[in-house]
């Protein structure tokens, strides 16, 4: 078969496979149209979003216009079930471009926000002791 086929060789080489086999191949040819549309809508959002995700696969995802976003980070239940860890990041309403990150932590001791510059571009976040 050849590496790359036009769109009369291949209806051509589908109608050559049994029936099941071609009512196979529609049934998984549906799926995937209704799965590209799923992300499409998923995809979509109001038009003034300014919170997005973003995971390089598929199209931006738009959620809303100044939501939080809440990380559980780390090991995030403690032995009694409980929520241990949690980094929230929310557009900062008293300065206006800035992010405000919050931190949650329910371990025993001080915690706090720890900040490393990774490039000039580019911070990491992180949970520790003061």
């Given at each position: ?29 549906q ?10 809508q ?11 995700i973003?995971d390089?696969v ?5 959620l809303?216009?100044?939501l939080p976003?809440t990380?559980?980070?780390g090991d995030p ?14 557009h900062s ?12 932590s ?21 949970i520790?002791?003061y």
């Amino acid at each position: 078969m050849p590496a790359k086929m036009n769109a009369t060789d291949l209806h051509n080489a589908l109608g050559r496979l049994p029936k099941w086999a071609q009512d196979h191949i529609r049934l998984l040819q549906q799926r995937i149209t209704e799965q590209e549309q799923h992300i499409s809508q998923l995809s979509t959002g109001p038009e003034d979003s300014d919170v997005r995700i973003h995971d390089y696969v598929y199209p931006d995802r738009l959620l809303g216009r100044g939501l939080p976003v809440t990380f559980d980070v780390g090991d995030p239940y403690g032995p009694d079930g409980t929520l241990r860890d949690r980094i929230t990041v929310e557009h900062s309403r008293e300065r206006p471009g800035w992010l405000d990150i919050n931190i949650t932590s329910n371990r025993a001791g001080a915690h706090a926000v720890h900040v490393y510059p990774v490039v000039s571009n580019h911070i990491r976040l992180g949970i520790g002791p003061y």
